[in-house]
């Protein structure tokens, strides 16, 4: 019994989704409509496109896109719409330009730098390890021997 409530409390929420319907000219137009809502970020949601988000803003902007699918806008003039008034925000790609150049590039420069740090690490564990005493590279003359030798006799005393 118990197992019924949850079950009927958890699916319940979903006849609260909000569903929009519109007219469409074409079969065309509906799938410009539903390819862009779904490339268009919520500028409210954290990471939700305006095709999946029940915001207000998105409604709006479902509204909006309707709208200009409709009147016959093309592709790019919607999205320079879209991102003349909501910022770059709005693109889930935005495009390469002075702002989003660390955005695009970013991960592959911090990839490099990472690669740089591990070849560093392990030079210098291979440097540590060929100066590390009794390695067998290392030849000292007479005199060296003689200091070293009366240097750790010293100690001894």
């Known amino acids: 019994m118990r197992f019924l409530a949850l079950l009927s409390l958890l ?25 862009l809502a779904a490339e268009l970020r919520c500028p409210k949601c954290q990471n939700q496109n305006i095709a999946d988000s029940d915001s207000p803003i998105a409604k709006d902007l479902r509204r909006e896109l309707y709208r200009m699918v409709d009147s016959g806008a093309q592709d790019t003039e919607v999205i320079d719409f879209m991102v003349t008034r909501y910022g770059d925000f709005v693109l889930y790609r935005p495009k390469v330009n002075s702002q989003t150049w660390f955005l695009w590039y970013g991960p592959y420069l911090l ?13 210098l564990r291979k440097a540590n390890r060929r100066a590390q005493p009794g390695a ?4 000292l003359t007479e005199q060296e021997r003689a200091r070293l030798d009366a240097l750790l006799n010293k100690d001894t005393k």
């Open 11 to 35: 699916f319940s929420t979903i006849s609260f989704a909000a569903i929009d319907t519109y007219e469409f000219k074409s079969s065309v137009d509906e799938k410009r409509f539903h390819d």
């Open 136 to 139: 067998k590279d290392i030849e």
């Open 111 to 123: 990839l490099g730098v990472g690669l740089l740090v591990i070849l560093l690490i392990v030079y």
